[in-house]
């Protein structure tokens, strides 16, 4: 590490001092994000709080003017309890609040690819039932109309009925549903619909609105929006769509792009999530999740790769999540979903130091929906976030709506 570089070149040194009035103010520049920032002390005797590396200290105007805040910055430096460099807390810190954030957008994902493709397979269950007894029901129509033509003794009726037969059996399973629904006068206006929903596949929206809460007390309250937008192939073996949100307090706005494919119980999905804030500090994570289902549980299993910028210094942060989710009916419109996940960050980079073990989260969440229509469900959810052999962090409340289109 070059320390003596660090702090030469971003010492909280004064780069401009004016007194304005009664009050005075003070510009410095961050050692860890090397963004600037200001101080005003309102009056003489007036104080100001500073935190650097977790740790918090008061300073009077006289103070700042004698160089205290240098002193206390070179001794939160030495004394720093991740042994990195003097910037190790702010890594460790910011890598926490990214994989908060990263699990949230990873749960919201997979919820809704779950939730996509579960109601895309009871429509389509529904509707190649209904057309598999139109098919049957029509082909035994068409053979007793062959019969009838036998017996009245049309020339070349059999063996025109046995390559119609042939002709049929090449065609997919749609053109026959295509075939079955024109020609069947016993076919009703429900069953085209349900052979319409299948041939276009599936479309899903939704919307909500989370408010998060300071598990300390000592932050602000903050408001959450979520959109997303998710659309599924005929097969019902993939699905993309996109997830958009924006935080205020800290004025985060974050837009996740992502793609689902499924093989019998194993669903494979891809993120990309792009964050930036009104400080201009922007990360992208990219992440990859396997999803495998026994019965109503599904195991998930994922990495996210962090890269971006605090300031003008680089991040890097790995981070693994694994849980298990659980879907369960609890009435004939209500169900429930319930998850507990946990993310493990193995490897941060920040500001030429390298930390490892940064720290073990565990989120719980609870979602039940209630179906008002067979396409339109209103939902509400309660997550935490715990650190493990610490305090909680923080609680969540989501209250939203889901439309299948």
């Known amino acids: 590490m070059k320390i003596k570089k660090l702090l030469i070149t971003i010492s909280f040194l004064f780069s401009t001092m004016v007194v304005l ?3 005075f103010s003070y510009t410095f520049t961050d050692p860890c994000t090397l963004k600037s920032k200001d101080i005003f002390i309102n009056s003489p005797n007036g104080s100001v709080s500073l935190i650097y590396s977790g740790q918090i200290q008061s300073f009077t105007q006289t103070q700042l003017q004698s160089g205290a805040l240098e002193s206390w910055i070179n001794q939160v430096n030495a004394s720093n309890p991740q042994g990195s460099g003097p910037c190790g807390g702010v890594g460790i810190a910011q890598s926490t609040n990214l994989n908060v954030t990263v699990a949230a957008n990873n749960i919201a994902v997979l919820t809704s690819v779950m939730s996509t493709m579960s109601s895309l397979s009871s429509i389509s269950g529904a ?6 007894g139109t098919v049957q029901s029509n082909e035994k129509v068409a053979s007793n109309g062959n019969k009838s033509d036998d ?3 049309t020339s070349g009726s059999s063996s025109q009925s046995t390559k119609s037969k042939g002709e049929s059996e090449e ?12 020609s069947s006068s016993s076919n009703s206006s429900q069953v085209k619909a349900k052979v319409a929903a299948v041939k276009r596949g599936n479309i899903m929206m939704t919307g909500d609105i989370v408010t998060i809460s300071s598990a300390s ?3 602000p309250q903050q408001l959450k929006i979520n959109m997303s937008f998710i659309t599924s192939n005929t097969e019902n073996t993939f699905a993309k769509g996109a997830l958009v949100n924006y935080t205020t307090a800290i004025d985060n706005s974050c837009i996740t792009l992502f793609a689902a494919w499924r093989r019998k119980n194993l669903t494979s999905i891809v993120a990309n999530s792009s964050m930036l804030n009104f400080e201009k500090d922007y990360f992208n994570t990219t992440s990859i999740m396997e999803s495998y289902k026994i019965k109503k549980i599904t195991a998930t299993l994922g990495v996210n790769y962090t890269t971006g910028n605090i300031g003008e210094s680089k991040f890097q942060s790995l981070s693994t999540l694994g849980g298990v989710v659980g879907n369960f009916d609890v009435g004939k419109k209500m169900s429930t979903t319930l998850m507990f996940v946990t993310v493990y960050s193995p ?9 490892y073990q940064s720290g073990l989260l565990a989120v719980p969440f609870v979602a039940i929906d209630y179906k008002l229509t067979q396409k339109f469900k209103m939902n509400i959810s309660f997550s935490g976030v715990q650190q493990f052999k610490s305090d909680a962090i923080n609680y969540q409340v989501l209250l939203g709506a889901k439309a299948l289109l």
């Open 151 to 153: 017996k009245n003794g």
């Open 21 to 23: 009035g009664q009050g």
């Open 171 to 182: 065609k997919t399973g749609e053109e026959k549903a295509e075939e079955a629904v024109s």
């Open 127 to 132: 509707a190649g039932s209904a057309i598999q």
């Open 217 to 219: 007390g000592n932050e």
């Open 347 to 355: 490897f941060v980079y920040y500001y030429e130091g390298m930390w």
